[in-house]
């Protein structure tokens, strides 16, 4: 069984997600800032994702301290579980190709070891958090997105905090 926080955000993910199936996609992030329409930020919020589950899975590899090690675990649970939502409720789990800049850094992240993974992992897991705020700020203050995603958001955002909050204890 999920905790009752885990359960609301990975419904509304997986909601939010599950419109990505018939969005069109297109680059969202353009310079760090949100940007598009909501099909765009659907596709966006979903190349984030991937990006925070991959890099959560060398985490729990190769991180060296024991909380780094868990917040890793609890982030790599937290995005299978929006995956198996999805696939709970019909829509296919989509793979997008990550943008160069975050394939990059997945790159970095496997060759580093020791602490110099851990610094690495807690500022790539920082990065991708700050960007999925803005991404899912952008949702919830768009007039144009349908209300599900506003509300799919609003729930978001307050998670995306929480776990800034974590990684900022981290770094």
Known sequence: ???????????????????????????????????????????????????LMQSAELGIQKATRADVKRFAQFEAAEQQSIVQAMQIAGQPAMQMPLPAQKATMLQSLQAASGTEFDRMFVQAQTMGHQEALQVYSAIQNSSAAPTTDRVIATLAVTTIREHLVLLQLLG
């Open 1 to 51: 069984m999920l905790p009752r926080r885990t359960l609301g955000i990975t419904l509304a993910g997986a909601a939010l997600l599950a419109g990505c199936a018939n969005a069109q996609t297109g680059g969202a992030m353009a310079g760090g800032a949100a940007a598009g329409g909501p099909a765009e930020l659907r596709a966006s919020a979903l190349q984030g994702g991937m990006f």
